[in-house]
């Protein structure tokens, strides 16, 4: 009757941008991530025959409309698999979701969101999924969730329209490479566009859409082998370079999609300077303002200590690889 369950976000080393199945939300290029351990989601599904709607509640404020609408629809997927009736009117269950997360937005909520969701749902419903299957359904409410339910490295291939199957694959798991990522937060403000406009609207209107599309496969393959041999210099700069190509692609819709604000560029400039200095450090962005910066183990605290030194940067942390969904 009830299910709990703990995931974390991740980040992308190479960028899922864009989608070769709108209705069943599948990638048009394939992305590699690694799940970060200081960014999670703690969501509770509990069962309960009295409810005549889903009730969703996020960080304490109970949700309507588009949000708990997504919610809905995972749990709809979720309840399908479990075999649960379409009408029965007993179907509805509690929702309850925190991230722990510094206190800000655009950090990849949505993927350990519904990656927990789909977990616990599972869990509530005695769902009989594996892992792959859970991965494919968390897909369906957000692409980089389906990465989520995987701890350490991970990949999840470009999708083939209708193949509703697709789900991402662990690569190497968080113990393969003492690798961190130094998040700075730089803004308070939500999110401008969300990504799936964004993404929609790039696709429609940019005339580097398909450079874009063109590239993507080039880069997951060099971050893959990248890590393979644990070459932080190689994913560092593979990261980037589909960093800005992802951005670059965005930036040339009509009109711009830009989740890139000056306090960004700030940070940009200071993670160069660590690379002049001799420290091993990459950026890379998402669908909003805040860098992420790739280096090695030993190098965190120092790079952190820069990125705290830019004006408007409100909050540092350290993540270091993490493990894939647990429930309970
Ligand atoms: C990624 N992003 O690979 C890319 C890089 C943002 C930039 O996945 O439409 O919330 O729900 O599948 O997963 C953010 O997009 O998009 C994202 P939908 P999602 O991490």
Known sequence: ?????????????????GKSDEGLNLPAVPSV???????????????????????????????????????TALLDLVRAAAGVEVNDPR??????????FPAASGLASSASGFAALTAAGARAWDA??????????????????????????????????????????MLHPSDWWDVRVVIALVTRA?????SRDGMRETAR??????????????????????????????VGATMEASTFAMHASAWAAVP?????????LDVLDRVEGLRRDGVGA???????????????????????????EAANVIDVRIARPGEGVRVS
């Open 282 to 308: 990459w950026a890379t962005m998402d669908a909003g303002p805040h860098v992420k910066v790739l280096c090695a183990g030993a190098d965190a605290d120092r790079v952190a200590a820069v990125l705290r």
């Open 256 to 264: 711009a999609v830009r989740y890139i604000r000056g306090v960004t």
């Open 91 to 100: 179907r509805f269950a509690r929702v309850v979701s925190q991230n722990h």
């Open 190 to 194: 939500p999110k401008a566009i969300a």
């Open 33 to 71: 991530s690694v799940t970060l351990d200081a960014l999670v989601t703690e969501t509770v599904v509990e069962r309960d025959a009295s409810l005549t709607a889903d009730e969703v509640v996020i960080d304490g404020v109970r949700q309507e409309g588009s949000p708990a609408r997504k919610v």
């Open 205 to 234: 209107t940019s005339p580097y859409w398909h450079a874009w599309l063109a590239c993507a496969p080039g880069y997951a393959h060099a971050v893959k082998e990248g890590i393979a041999r644990r070459d932080l210099e190689a």
């Open 1 to 17: 009757m009830r299910g709990a369950a703990k995931a974390c976000a991740n980040i992308a080393l190479a960028k899922y941008w």
């Open 128 to 169: 009989p999924l594996t892992t792959e299957q859970m991965s494919a359904l968390a897909r369906r409410g957000s692409a980089s969730a389906a990465r989520s339910l995987y701890g350490g490295f991970v990949e999840l291939p470009a999708g083939v329209p209708g193949d509703d199957a697709l789900c991402a694959r």
